[in-house]
């Protein structure tokens, strides 16, 4: 259920945004120095609220938080409909993005706590639903803008049908979620804690988190690789048609390939991790992720880039199948909320920062004449001391619960 509800919220959310978000906001007259404000403005809510939203999920159950994304997926979509200028814009994606955020942390949560020996297959293989949806949505998106937009009409009705169809699949997600309305595995007795009790349980979850080394580094490892990947799919783009001459659709097809391979690899790395460890797949995943982007800047034939994006995929969904599990097996069955959020804040940072600091590189990069040598250079570089660091490193050591997960 938790799948299906992953597959029909990500459709929504990422249909919202893709590829309707930069035409819809170009015609509210966007001022230009806003636009990047529109574009971010789902992913702050997921700084701001995952770790605390998540922390309450162990204390106060998983339920409610998965009933409340749910809503937040069925009605932000409709909100759209009724929107006339661009400040009204920023506001419901702000909204929008509260879905999301809380959404997969307390669902990764709920699962690593209902599958305790087979975490890193089953969370694996909620994140390749989710990628489903959003592999789906940009191209079914662009579908119903085509067969949708009318000249003679005001510019804003031309997106009115989509939204609409967004707004089916949220309530489809909400739907989903009802199942949870029946569950009785609820937290005993802690809805009549006060304020005050409920807030020390909360921080002294963060503190906890907070000193444990082990998680720290899984963290690291996490928030490299979306500083990674955030800095890729930007910068990819750029490289593909500015310099490798490549069509906007052929660069489409690349970007939907890292996701695609995802798909299919990470819940099999997930089960490659839940019987042969963590340790290894992780440190593999770095390095092969890392090596193809060394290779991409100085490629430009369509087949040999198009390998090089697959093994980076590869090597991405290789890490990602194990660190969530492995987070979930450093701390004990009450805080793996809090862990989950924590790893989903630290991977919007990662994600936030990479393309911020891409931009600085590829500014230098320029002067000296190297194109985007140096951004893809650094970015394997990353990579590769990662898992150089990951490796050497003592301080991942899984506790055990006590039926031996």
Known sequence: MLCLMGFFAILSSTMSKSPVLKPFSSSLQTPTDWTGIVAAASTIPGIL???????????????????????????????????????????????HGFATAIFVP??????????????????????????????????LGGYILLATTRPVAPPPSDFHLLYLEAGVAGIAALIMALPFLAS?????????DNVKRTLAKVFSGWGKVAVNRGVLLVGFVQASQYFVYGAVEFFLVGYLTEIANLNDFIAGIMITSIIGIGIFARPLMGRLSD??????????????SGLPLFAIPFIRNFWGLLAL???????????????????????PGELVGTSMGFMDTVMDVGQTLGPIACGV????????????????????????????????????????DSDGA
């Open 49 to 95: 609220v995952s770790l605390p939203v998540a922390s309450l999920s162990d204390i106060y159950g998983r339920k409610r938080f998965l009933l409340f994304a749910g809503v937040v997926f069925a009605s932000a979509p409709f909100l759209y409909l009724i929107i006339t200028a661009w400040w009204q814009l920023i506001i419901v994606r702000f909204y």
């Open 309 to 331: 994006v697959l093994i980076y995929g590869l090597g991405f969904a290789t890490v990602l199948g194990s660190v969530h599990a492995l987070t979930c097996d450093l701390v």
């Open 106 to 139: 307390v669902a990764e949560a709920a699962i690593a706590e209902a599958f305790p020996t087979k975490r890193g297959e089953r969370i694996s293989l909620f994140s390749s639903a989710t990628y489903v949806g959003r592999v789906i949505a940009p191209t």
């Open 184 to 192: 009785k595995r609820t937290r005993e007795n802690v809805p009549h």
């Open 275 to 288: 019987k042969a460890g963590r340790r290894i797949p992780i440190i593999a995943g770095c390095a092969v």
């Open 361 to 400: 590189i590829l500014a230098a990069s320029l002067a000296y004449g190297l194109q985007y040598i140096l951004v893809f250079l650094a970015l394997g570089t990353v990579m590769l001391l990662t898992g150089a660091i990951f490796a050497v490193s003592r301080l991942v050591r899984p506790r055990l």
